[in-house]
């Protein structure tokens, strides 16, 4: 048994918000069903690298899901997903803002026809504001609640962190919002209307840079690894990389000198006794512990931290990181067998449930692999589908593969 067992999600959603969401519905037991045009497809099937002509990047997020094919703009295939639609419980898209009415498939359409639909909508500004028609990609976003200015280092340009953060972070807020609707509509039998936008997703992840900036105006600046409250906590070099250090309280920093940098003379140093005499001169003790931890290898300091207690850890590469053993020892990269791409390596749940498995459920579909099966069970009769294929208003990338 999953969470979302039964639970049927139409997934309109394209490259990484939408599908990230529903990647981890599907992982939860949603029958997600990924709903994509003919002959294109997501347009992040497109993207490099490719396996006998597969999207590697594609298959990530849109594991664990069927793939129906349908023109949209075709009467026949709007009525297609309406009746498919009639049987579902969320419908996500993240088009721009007036596509999915144009396309006749918004929520009052599929209200329609399904009176507690869940209606989820993904987008760079929201169905609301001066900026709801702007295309909004991850960068933009990014650009727009100050990431790129607090990112990096202090003297270089705007950088960008180095994930898609407001792709995600949009589709980690869809699925608790989709959680909460599901929740409401099971008391009351009511469904809603889910408006989810890049941007409010990512400012809303600016805790503590908020209550500073609201308490005395404080914008927060780049920083590199610094922590702006705290230190010392970031990265350091080592004699073959750098060292995480986090010894961000008195009682830490005791430790750190005492028992991994050996410097006690630095408890009783002026400008590193407290914390504020740390801030001010932040300069000066990375230079100081730098000279030290310039003379040992990584691995030395992180021992020599775990016996002392401190946090600490090494600045891995990212191929370091997913040979990691703890990575592995945590499943975090496992093993499927997709039909075209053949053997392949994911990433895992990160969830672990005491008494739940919830595992990768199968790999990426490919472009319209189930369409004839989810029109079957919607009653479609065979003759109807081969017209149907045969006009193009329904498709499948590989149909001598669907029939084996």
Known sequence: MLPLDGFRVLDL???????????????????????????????????????????????MPNRSKRSISLDLKADR?????????????????????????????????????????????????????????????????????GFLRMTGQPDGRPAKVGVAINDI????????????????????????SIDISLVDAGLAWTVWESGAYFADGEEPKATGTRHRRSTPYQ??????????????????????????????????????????????????LQDEIEAITTTLPTATWIDLLDQAGVPGGPVLTYAEALADPHIRARDMVVDVEHPIIGPMRTIG?????????????????????????????????????????????????HPEMSRS
């Open 13 to 59: 959603t394209r490259f990484l918000s939408g599908p990230y969401c529903t990647m981890v519905l599907a992982e939860l037991g949603a029958d997600v069903i990924k709903v994509e045009q003919p002959v294109t497809g997501d347009d992040s099937r497109r993207l490099a690298p490719k396996v006998n002509d597969e999207s590697y990047p594609f298959a």
């Open 77 to 145: 295939g709007r009525g297609l997903f309406l009746e498919l639609a009639a049987s579902a419980d969320l419908v996500i898209e993240n088009f721009r803002p007036g596509v999915a009415t144009r396309l006749g498939i918004d929520y009052d359409a599929v209200r329609a026809v399904r009176p507690d639909i869940l209606y989820c909508s993904i987008s760079g500004f929201g169905q609301t504001g001066p900026y709801r028609d702007r295309p909004g990609f991850d960068i933009m976003a990014q650009g727009m609640v």
């Open 169 to 192: 972070a949009a589709g980690a807020t869809a699925i608790y919002s989709i959680l909460g609707a599901q929740m409401i509509r099971e008391r009351t039998g009511e469904g809603q």
């Open 235 to 284: 990265a350091y070099r080592t004699a073959d990389g750098y060292v995480t250090i986090g010894a961000n309280n008195d009682r830490l920093w005791e430790r750190l000198v005492t028992g991994v940098l050996k410097r006690p003379d630095w408890l009783s140093d002026e400008r590193f006794e407290s914390l504020p005499a740390r801030m001010a001169h932040i300069d000066e």
């Open 349 to 397: 749940p990160p969830t672990k449930y005491s008494g739940l498995d919830t595992p990768v459920r199968g790999p990426a579909p490919w472009l319209g692999q189930h369409t004839r099966e989810l029109l079957a069970e919607a009653g479609v009769p065979d003759d109807e589908l081969d017209e149907l294929f045969a006009a193009g208003t329904i498709y499948d990338a």
